[in-house]
């Protein structure tokens, strides 16, 4: 069996660079994926990362930051359809996958050494499939257990491979910041440094008593076995983003707070097409419309309405997100965010539709769909409502 069997294969800069397979002429330019306005970044390529760009980092601090950087919309469409396909590709190579997020995944590969080879050519073999099928390139750590393969990964970025044996997992992981270590957050990273445990070597070589009356029974063990590497090894397969979510949502900062319900409710239906879209994609439905705003002291508030089937049709959504605004009478209040949520998803095949005397064939399901097959060959700007143009 091999020593090294589990693999975290990891997108680099995802929804970057899927966004840029379409537009090759500003790959060597500050790139970045989100919402405009006061918006935050969802990824940034790995250009733009010189500037010091990075995911979650308001848009308005990115211009200052970088002038001439280029805003791209995301595409939640694609980056799913493009996630679906990597996915099939892991568990093309084995049945055992974790999926942790879109873009990332651990799999465990002792079963297809026999049939692929060791785990470092099932490694290679993942990134050239990736990179040829779906034209972007993937990071992969290969490790025993879950924690190390995942620090490997990032050690590998971007576009690369490294290995961690289990004789070399202390002086890899020893040196360290602790913060570095998976699962450990601000709030534990800041908790060890106040004990003056700032590598993981030092969290390693204290007495696991000692260690676990500073921050408890539960995390003082976690942390000495991701210290030493000798965290869990079993994965837990499962379809992650591809089994069908339990909700999808949207949301949009103003450029300037606003009371004004033409423009609240016409971003309402930008975000509603948004969800709906992904929804599609994913091939699911949903009877919970949730909607959240943000006031511009910063204070927000959600509200829910459940309907009697589940939906992925834009004008549902949005009709649904709209009665809830109103019925909030907010007409003085100024927004500085705006939000729309389906929660409750099932997988799409399983609703059937009451039907009503006298509708008509063909609905907004139907148009919605044929907005699908626009924007798919034309671009996510071909079709759109006409107040949003």
């Keep these: 069996m ?15 660079s899927v ?6 002429d500003l790959v060597d330019q500050p790139v970045v994926v989100g919402g405009s306005g006061r918006g935050v970044v969802l990824a940034a390529n790995y ?61 465990d ?33 290969v490790a025993a257990t879950v924690s190390v393969a995942k620090l490997a990964s990032r050690r590998a970025k971007p576009d690369g491979v490294v290995v961690v044996p289990p004789g070399a997992v202390t002086s890899f992981l020893h040196p360290l910041d602790v913060g570095e270590l998976y699962g450990v957050g601000e709030k534990t990273q800041a908790l060890l440094q106040r004990f003056g445990l700032l590598t993981v070597g030092d969290v390693a070589h204290t007495p696991l008593r000692t260690l676990q009356r500073a921050v408890g029974d539960h995390l003082g063990r976690e942390l000495h076995h991701l210290a030493w590497g000798t965290d869990r090894s079993d994965l837990a397969p499962r379809v992650g983003p591809h089994e069908p979510e339990r909700s999808m949502g949207a949301d949009e900062t103003f450029v300037r707070d606003t009371d004004d319900r033409e423009v609240i409710v016409r971003e309402l239906l930008r975000l509603a097409g948004k969800v709906a879209g992904r ?9 919970t419309i949730t909607l959240k705003v943000r006031f511009a002291d ?9 309907m009697s ?25 100024r927004l500085r965010l705006v939000g729309v949520r389906v929660e409750g998803l099932v997988p799409r095949a399983t609703v059937h539709r009451q039907l009503v005397l006298g509708e008509t064939e063909h609905g907004w399901a139907e148009a919605d769909r044929a907005v699908d097959r626009a924007t798919r060959r034309f671009g996510a700007a071909a079709v759109r409502p006409a107040s949003l143009v």
Excluded: W
């Design 309 to 333: 089937e589940a939906t992925d049709v834009t004008v549902d959504i949005h009709r649904a997100a709209t009665r809830l605004y109103d019925a909030l009478g907010l007409q003085r209040a």
């Design 19 to 24: 966004a840029l397979r379409e537009r090759p």
């Design 2 to 16: 091999t020593e090294t069997p589990i693999l975290h294969v990891d997108m680099d800069a995802f929804y970057a």
């Design 298 to 306: 910063f204070t927000a508030i959600t509200r829910s309405r459940t």
């Design 47 to 107: 250009v733009a990362r010189r500037y010091g760009l990075c995911s979650a980092l308001p848009m308005t601090r990115v211009r200052r930051l970088c002038p001439h950087v280029v805003v791209l919309e995301p595409d939640y469409a694609t980056f799913t359809s493009v996630s679906a396909s990597v996915m099939e590709t892991f568990r093309a190579v084995t049945p055992i996958v974790e999926a942790v997020s879109l873009d990332e995944a651990f799999l």
């Design 279 to 287: 929804m599609r994609a994913a091939g699911v439905a949903g009877r």
């Design 109 to 141: 590969v002792r079963g297809s050494v026999r049939r692929l080879g060791p785990p470092t050519q099932i490694a290679e073999r993942l990134r050239s499939i990736i990179h040829d099928e779906q034209g972007i390139t993937c990071s992969v750590g």
